[in-house]
């Protein structure tokens, strides 16, 4: 993977060391406002994985909008954090709910509590998106540090998957959704450009490859703003959240 403030080469062994000594990291990491490095890997595909650095008066809620946006948002499915013996749903209904059958209780997390009242260096936890054909992530509390101002910060991120061509084994960069559909396999579905715009597909289900572990899974399309974000939130120029037949998708120009 790579630092995305200075653009130097790091793994998620040396990512740590490297954000202490680095100068760009540096100017991101040593304000005035309480806040955690986390590292963040998917449970079954830790080739994925993030360093962020997120402010402590953040939330649950919060957190979840981020990791929708630069990872796994696809229909609007159901969301969940899994600290300790606890979930913390997402769902404000379901919240609505717990609230009505606990009321204030102190020891209940919520989506709306604040990190600072909830995570700690050396906590691991875990997150669910989509209960169906689900993505699990794997977060870890990996430090402390002093944030700049009230925003998260990617701080490093692995590589994007090289893909090849399936037509001409040139490297690829779009996936056709529908050639996905029927093959069910992402490495059987990639294109390189000259050959995508001579494919059948090409006006009605492509686009770029995401570097996401949703990537191939449901109506998942990622966004290209986030794929060079370092700081969020942005200001993204379509909607994250998918249609409910999760079948849009956007060609190449």
Known sequence: GKCLLCGKGITTTSALR???????AKEVLSG???GFILNIKEKYLPQYWLYIAVPSSFTL????????DIWVECCGHLSAFEIGDQSVSLNEETDEIMDSLFGDD???????DKLSDILHKGLKFGY????????????RVVDETKLKDENIYILGRNNKPEYKCVSCGKPAEYLCYECLESRNRVER?????????????????SGFIPNSPRT????????????EATVWPIKSGKSLRMPKDCLLYTSPS
């Open 18 to 24: 490297h954000f202490r000594s680095c100068d760009k």
């Open 189 to 205: 579905s990639t294109y390189c450009k000259g050959c995508l715009v001579k494919h059948k597909h090409k006006d009605r289900s």
């Open 32 to 34: 005035g406002l309480d």
């Open 61 to 68: 809620e919060d957190l979840d909008k981020f990791l929708r």
């Open 106 to 112: 102190e020891g209940l997390i919520t989506a709306k």
């Open 216 to 227: 191939g899974v449901c109506g998942y399309v990622g966004d290209q703003d986030m794929e």
């Open 128 to 139: 669910t998106y989509d209960f169906g054909s689900s993505t699990e992530l794997t977060l």
